[in-house]
């Protein structure tokens, strides 16, 4: 087994644990190359026919090519889909100024709407542990709680593949099939498997997105990458981060976990 | 070879526990050294941790202005954290201000002094310097470290899974310390040079309790690390004879810790700070909610407009809110009714801005809005009765709590053993600098 069918395997394994283990489930599909990769293996994981809801969260500033690409595929796959906007701080207007208020008011408070309408206990994530540094704390199961915090020091351990998916009343988990992809993995995989992907990702006039989001927080990378080939070649033969401007992440993952281990964070 | 000066520091060593360790035998050399000349406590730094203190050793001035005030702090303009070091230092260091003079000057294991900058000499970080390559000037001088294994810290996750490995662990830091020492003792002459121990500060941290309650196994280990140390310090003796002006000291006290206090667990439930909506560093909280909220250790900021992104305390209002924040911190009882904090400080009365030498005297509104390194200060800073350790916990569930740690840091009572040097009658460790200049460029 090559190392993207282990890693399809892992993550259509976890995708069918969280669906037997809970009721209610959606899929976070944010239109990203990651959350459109985890689409396409949770339609793998059920041949096809996703059993429970693709839930986007709307915050009104993505992208046109991303709203013609969710409606396009989400049709294509057979999706039930549900967007979420929170109508009232889209019509109160947000401002770029703000940007943690910005995400809060239109990302979280979105989503904890949809839960709270929805129901759902348990959602679908594309977050992968070699995003950020923060991330590397993540587990294939994370408890929230009621207010939506996460406790990045009290994580439960998962050892041995096994997978603590119990979680107190009043908690939702997220659970994170591509925890252990690399931004590369993503793009061979959807290479391999011709996974259709917005095309904001290929280079136009020497510029492309390398993640996308929100038109006013999103900012291109210098690439003349225009084809899934290009881009993987260019990621073979590039140091710099995904997150590019924030390259003190791996000294500062270093310098947190000596403060933890010590009691100063 | 000879050295001019000659400096041993032992993070976190307490008078009291140093007085112990001469009266009873542990260390008989330094008692030695102590008993001929000078043996007396010195004040650390406010907050009491070790990058402030030794930032302030090694620049000779105040917080407010060499930028240091504890081993995390906010990104400027974000709500990001930033991690001070050397780096972010607004102030030069001894070894910079010696090798401008011409001198030739050694560090070692000092805190705060990574990344190192270009001296006259070698410099090798400690503690958060992530490997030797990164923490050695010159670069190449990581060669000869890799080769005897040379160990830039111990490792303090160890510490809280196994004492006996960790032990192990800090007595082959030690012993690696003392042989790099050595070596560069014995390859030339040095006009400066300081070496710097840190096992010291993690043995209390992790065996305090242990030592005060004579456990069997763990307080002989405990005195055991310590003559360990002073075996080497009876070699270094040896070495450089008895005339050259020597320092041993350390940079703050110890006591045992009775609770750890998640200060913004309380700062939350007492409604001064709000926290994000997702909480992923001691910094996730939601400044439209939060009229205050406080960094490690005891260090309160309040939200202030203008200078905090998405403030929302007016500088006019400043005052009030700290005197209310001063007087509901005092008011703070641990689980059986007791006073948590000893006092807190207005950050005016004991940093101050290079133009303002000596505690500044300004109105609340100038203090609220001041820029540079005075401007990064906390507000207000809690110090906690001996046995309270301020901690962060912003998304614990509980204030008050136990952990593995035993020790914590304390203010009034590092120590000092000196030859050859006059110092001032009242010891603080800020203070240091410029008699050490005095006597090198003598």
């Known amino acids: 087994m090559d190392r993207l069918d282990a890693l399809e395997a892992q993550s259509i394994y976890i995708i069918r644990e969280a669906y037997y283990h809970y009721k209610n489930v959606a899929l976070l599909w944010s239109i990203g190359k990651d959350s459109t990769t985890l689409a396409w293996l949770t339609r793998k994981a059920f041949f096809g026919k996703v059993p429970f809801k693709a839930l986007h969260i709307d915050t009104s500033y993505k992208f046109p090519e991303m709203y013609r690409f969710r409606d396009e595929y989400s049709k294509k796959w057979g999706f039930d889909l549900v967007v979420s906007r929170n109508e009232e701080a889209i019509a109160a207007g947000m401002s770029n100024e703000k940007k943690l208020d910005c995400c809060n008011a239109l990302k979280t408070e979105g989503l904890k709407q949809a839960i709270a309408k929805h129901g759902f206990e348990a959602l679908l994530l594309g977050i992968r542990r070699d995003e950020h540094g923060v991330r590397a704390k993540e587990r294939f199961f994370s408890p929230r709680n009621e207010e939506f915090k996460w406790n990045y020091q009290d994580q439960p351990p998962e050892l041995w593949d096994q997978y603590k998916n119990q979680a107190e009343e009043k908690t939702h988990i997220r659970v994170h099939p591509l925890l252990g992809w690399t931004e590369l993995d993503i793009w061979e995989y959807i290479k391999r498997e011709n996974i259709p992907i917005t095309e904001l990702y290929f280079s136009k006039e020497g510029k492309r997105f390398r993640s996308i989001g929100c038109v006013p927080c999103c900012s291109p990378i210098e690439s003349n990458a225009s084809n899934v080939d290009e881009i993987i070649y260019e990621l073979k033969h590039t140091n710099t981060s995904e997150r590019a401007g924030r390259a003190q992440d791996k000294e500062d993952t270093f310098t947190m976990q000596k403060l933890r281990a010590l009691g100063y964070m | ?442």
């Open chain 2, 1 to 442: 070879m000879s050295t001019k000066f000659m400096v041993l520091s032992i993070d976190g060593v307490p008078y009291g526990l140093m007085e112990r360790m001469f009266n009873d035998g542990t260390m008989p050399n330094l008692a030695a050294i102590a008993k001929a000349n000078r043996f007396s406590a010195m004040k650390s730094v406010q907050p009491t941790v070790s990058s402030v203190a030794w930032a302030s050793y090694a620049t000779g001035v105040n917080p407010g202005i060499h930028s240091n005030y504890g081993f995390i702090d906010r990104e400027p303009g974000t709500w990001g954290l930033q991690f001070p070091n050397n780096a972010t230092m607004t102030a030069d260091h001894i070894w910079q201000k010696l090798s401008a003079k011409g001198k030739r000057v050694f560090g070692m294991n000092v805190p705060s002094t990574y990344p190192p900058k270009p001296i006259n000499g070698v410099l090798i970080g400690g503690f958060l310097a992530p490997n030797v390559d990164k923490a050695v000037f010159p670069s190449n001088e990581s060669e000869y470290l890799k080769s005897i294994d040379y160990q830039l810290d111990s490792d303090a996750a160890l510490a809280r899974q196994d004492k006996r490995a960790m032990l192990a662990n800090l007595d082959y830091t030690l012993d690696k310390r003392f042989e790099a020492l050595f070596h560069y003792l014995d390859r030339e002459e040095w006009d400066f040079f300081h070496t710097h121990v840190m096992g010291s500060d993690r043995i209390n941290h992790f065996l305090w309790g242990k030592m005060e309650d004579n456990d069997p196994e763990f307080a002989p280990a405990f005195f055991k690390f310590y003559n360990r140390i002073d075996n080497y310090i009876g070699q270094l003796l040896e070495k450089i004879g008895d005339d050259v002006p020597l320092m041993v000291f350390s940079d703050h006290g110890f006591c045992r810790i009775k609770y750890e206090v998640q200060l913004s667990r309380w700062m939350v439930e007492n409604g001064w700070t709000k926290t994000a909506a997702e909480v992923r560093h001691p910094l996730s909280i939601d400044p439209s909610g939060t009229k205050a909220y406080c960094l490690i250790p005891g260090r309160v900021f309040v939200n202030v407009q203008g200078r905090e992104p998405g403030g929302i305390v007016s500088p006019e209002d400043y005052q009030s809110v700290r005197y209310e924040l001063i007087k509901q911190l005092m008011e703070m009882k641990d689980p059986e009714g007791n006073q948590v904090m000893d006092k807190v400080i207005m950050k005016e009365d004991i940093y101050w801005p290079e133009d303002q030498p000596g505690a500044a005297v300004m109105n609340p509104v100038k203090v609220a809005t001041h820029p540079g390194p005075f401007g990064r200060a906390a507000d207000l800073i809690a110090v906690p009765k001996d046995g309270y350790d301020l901690k962060l916990g912003i998304a614990g569930n509980e204030v008050f709590v136990k952990t593995e740690l035993e020790g914590m840091h304390t203010y009034p009572d590092a120590f000092m053993v000196a030859r050859g040097i006059e110092l001032d009658e009242e010891l603080e460790i800020t203070n240091l600098a410029g008699p050490i200049m005095n006597k090198v460029l003598s």
